[in-house]
Structure formats: C-alpha cells, structure tokens
C-alpha cells in the first residue's frame, strides 16, 4: 500500500492508540506543499484544524496540479481521518524571490499529542526554487537554509513544546540545517527528530561542522531505491531505502512510496541505476571548482529568466517566445563562459564512463578462468 492507503487502513488509530511513525512524517511533509495563503497566517497561533483548511482550500479554488506530488489528494482523503482530526496549523510562511534566488515555505502543525512538526515544502513550480536547488552543490548556506534556522527560532518563543522537524526534496534539506544551526539550546533540548525525505545533502564543509554532528543520532534520511535527488551531495545521517512503484525520477513522488502498517517497506539497497547516477554525479562534481559550478548554473538560469518566465507553467505556455529569448540571452554568453558549459557537459560524460569502466574492472577482477573451465 502507500501513503493514501496508509490513511485509510490506520487512519482510525489516534497518536495515543499508536505513536508518531516515520509515515505520519511524510504526511505532514506533503502537507506543508499546501497553498495556505488567505487560511493560515504566518502568526504562531494555532486555530486552523485541517477540517478547516480543506475546507477554504477547497472553496478558493487552488489548483497545485502542476505540482507532481499534488498535495490536494491527500488532503481531501486526510481530512476523514480520526488520527489527525486534532491537528493544528499555523505558522505559514512562503517567500520567493527571484533577485535572492530563494523559495521557502513551510508550516507547523501542532499534534494534540504535545508535540509540533514543522514541515518544510520542497521546490515547487518557481524557477527561483530550482535555481536555489542547484546552488546548494556550490554555496556553504543558501538564504533558504538560513529561513529554515530562524523560523526554528521564531516558533520555540511562542511554543515550549517538543519539536519533530522534516520535509520532502529540498524541504528534507532545510529540515536538517535548520535543526543543526538553530540555537544551541533550541537544537540540543526541543527537537526530538528530523526527517529528510529523499532530500539532497550537503558539501564537506556543513558535514564537518559541530552542529551538522550534533543533530546526528536524531535523523533519519528515507529515500527510494531508484533515488536520484536523495543522492545528491553528501550526508553521514542514518538513511533507510524503501520500496517505490514508480521508476527512476518518478520514485521522488511520495505517493510512489510502498508502506507496511506503521513504516516504510524497506529494500536491501539502492539499485544499480541509482548507485550508478550516485558515483557518476560524485565524480562530476569532484571535477569542477566552486565557481565553475557558479558560472555554469548562473548562465542557465539567468538565460531562462530571461524569458520573463517566473515559474516553469509560464515558460511551458507561451512555448515559442520563452525559448525564442532563451535563445537570445544563451547567444550573449561570454564565450569563456560557454566554454565552461561545453567542458562541464565533457567532465559528466567522462564521470560516466569512468565509474562504468571501473564496474568492468572489477567484474574482470573477480573472474577466474580455472572456476569457469572448470563449471563447463
């Protein structure tokens, strides 16, 4: 079964009949997708049950189908449940901004068991949003990490009770920095768990930090066996590998996510295509100094902005003049700087072929003439 499957078969037992599970995180890590905007403030001030928010949702007539994991479907089905009827939400907040290349939006729900998640929203449809998701493979912080570690903050002065902190994609991301770089005392003594739902990592310098250790013992990373966002950069949090229906990127959908009871049906390990993808991109990005990764991702989506689009819908629609100024704004990159974009594109095909060879050499290594004469 899956997510929606989970809501039904378990959806009767209330947080006191069967305690918070690493399912329960993913629901409220699509919740946190949810266009709020008129129906919960960015106050902490908790009144808006899910009922309720299903209810305006609905009667404003917001459309996310343009998300893949719409988070519509699982709030029309949640909002019957018994196990969530408690629920309240407050606390949203979303910010994009093309100029600061950042998308941030999240909320808390406070359990009625005394506990709160707070839920970080992955990249949506802005383009801010996807640029802001490959800065992270050059940048030590994004301005969406530091959001992340001050909405922390913000929350537990209004609020003394325990925090469990997670999000899906770049949500799962922001879960983990800005549980590690809150305030000490707001690190060490309110936040129980963290999940990071097939999030990507971070570079050498998060992962050697004092704070990315303290919050170690309390992550946990969920990713699907066919991963390829999750696999990006890298982590040392304990990561379990589950079992999707969807293949290669389509197993980033939550929805996809196989369930058994009150966890996630495990698998034995990543897939070949996902270990290949992961060594592959490793190697790339160890071939490439920060600021060519800064050149490269600027000239792409600087080009695609230059369209006017602001989100992927509108650069989607109007098909012929949105490619028609990327053409343009590609055609007056500095030569030194398309150089860099070709030299780029070489290295990743140079990874490839690399960790396939590597794969060959270790088959032809393990291979024993006298054993195979030997079986005929």
């Given at each position: 079964?899956?997510?929606?499957?989970?809501?039904?078969?378990?959806?009767?037992?209330?947080?006191?009949?069967?305690?918070?599970?690493?399912?329960?995180?993913?629901?409220?890590?699509?919740?946190?997708?949810?266009?709020?905007?008129?129906?919960?403030?960015?106050?902490?001030v908790f009144d808006v049950s899910l009922k309720k928010l299903c209810k305006r949702y609905l009667e404003l007539g917001y459309d996310q189908?343009?998300?893949?994991?719409?988070?519509?479907?699982?709030?029309?089905?949640?909002?019957?449940?018994?196990?969530?009827?408690?629920?309240?939400?407050?606390?949203?907040?979303?910010?994009?901004?093309?100029?600061?290349?950042?998308?941030?939006?999240?909320?808390?729900?406070?359990?009625?068991?005394?506990?709160?998640?707070?839920?970080?929203?992955?990249?949506?449809?802005?383009?801010?949003?996807?640029?802001?998701?490959?800065?992270?493979?050059?940048?030590?912080?994004?301005?969406?990490?530091?959001?992340?570690?001050?909405?922390?903050?913000?929350?537990?002065?209004?609020?003394?009770?325990?925090?469990?902190?997670?999000?899906?994609?770049?949500?799962?991301?922001?879960?983990?920095?800005?549980?590690?770089?809150?305030?000490?005392?707001?690190?060490?003594?309110?936040?129980?768990?963290?999940?990071?739902?097939?999030?990507?990592?971070?570079?050498?310098?998060?992962?050697?930090?004092?704070?990315?250790?303290?919050?170690?013992?309390?992550?946990?990373?969920?990713?699907?066996?066919?991963?390829?966002?999750?696999?990006?950069?890298?982590?040392?949090?304990?990561?379990?590998?589950?079992?999707?229906?969807?293949?290669?990127?389509?197993?980033?959908?939550?929805?996809?996510?196989?369930?058994?009871?009150?966890?996630?049906?495990?698998?034995?390990?990543?897939?070949?295509?996902?270990?290949?993808?992961?060594?592959?991109?490793?190697?790339?990005?160890?071939?490439?100094?920060?600021?060519?990764?800064?050149?490269?991702?600027?000239?792409?989506?600087?080009?695609?902005?230059?369209?006017?689009?602001?989100?992927?819908?509108?650069?989607?629609?109007?098909?012929?003049?949105?490619?028609?100024?990327?053409?343009?704004?590609?055609?007056?990159?500095?030569?030194?700087?398309?150089?860099?974009?070709?030299?780029s594109l070489k290295k990743l095909a140079t990874a490839g072929k690399d960790v396939l060879w590597d794969e060959a050499k270790k088959s032809?290594?393990?291979?024993?003439?006298?054993?195979?004469?030997?079986?005929?």
């Open positions: 079964m899956n997510i929606l499957d989970y809501l039904e078969m378990r959806g009767d037992l209330t947080f006191a009949e069967r305690p918070f599970n690493e399912v329960d995180n993913l629901v409220f890590s699509v919740l946190a997708y949810l266009d709020m905007h008129d129906i919960v403030t960015d106050e902490f189908s343009y998300i893949v994991n719409n988070p519509k479907i699982l709030l029309k089905k949640i909002v019957s449940c018994k196990r969530y009827e408690r629920v309240r939400v407050g606390g949203y907040c979303h910010y994009v901004s093309q100029d600061e290349q950042v998308q941030f939006s999240c909320a808390t729900f406070m359990l009625g068991d005394g506990t709160a998640y707070i839920g970080f929203s992955g990249t949506d449809d802005n383009i801010a949003g996807w640029r802001e998701d490959f800065n992270l493979t050059f940048m030590n912080v994004t301005p969406g990490q530091n959001e992340a570690a001050d909405y922390i903050n913000r929350l537990c002065g209004f609020t003394v009770c325990p925090l469990r902190i997670g999000g899906h994609s770049k949500g799962g991301n922001f879960a983990e920095y800005g549980a590690a770089f809150c305030d000490e005392k707001v690190r060490d003594s309110r936040i129980i768990e963290i999940y990071s739902n097939d999030g990507p990592g971070f570079n050498n310098t998060i992962l050697q930090s004092e704070q990315y250790a303290a919050i170690l013992d309390r992550t946990l990373k969920i990713i699907p066996e066919e991963s390829i966002v999750g696999i990006m950069l890298s982590g040392k949090v304990k990561t379990k590998v589950v079992r999707s229906t969807g293949k290669g990127i389509s197993q980033h959908g939550f929805y996809r996510w196989r369930v058994r009871r009150d966890c996630f049906e495990e698998a034995n390990r990543l897939s070949p295509v996902s270990a290949f993808m992961d060594e592959t991109i490793k190697r790339w990005m160890d071939s490439l100094e920060d600021e060519q990764k800064k050149s490269v991702i600027s000239a792409v989506f600087d080009s695609l902005e230059a369209s006017g689009a602001t989100t992927l819908t509108e650069l989607n629609s109007n098909k012929w003049v949105s490619y028609n100024a990327i053409l343009k704004a590609v055609s007056k990159i500095d030569p030194d700087v398309q150089g860099e974009i070709f030299t032809f290594d393990r291979f024993d003439p006298s054993k195979a004469l030997t079986d005929q």
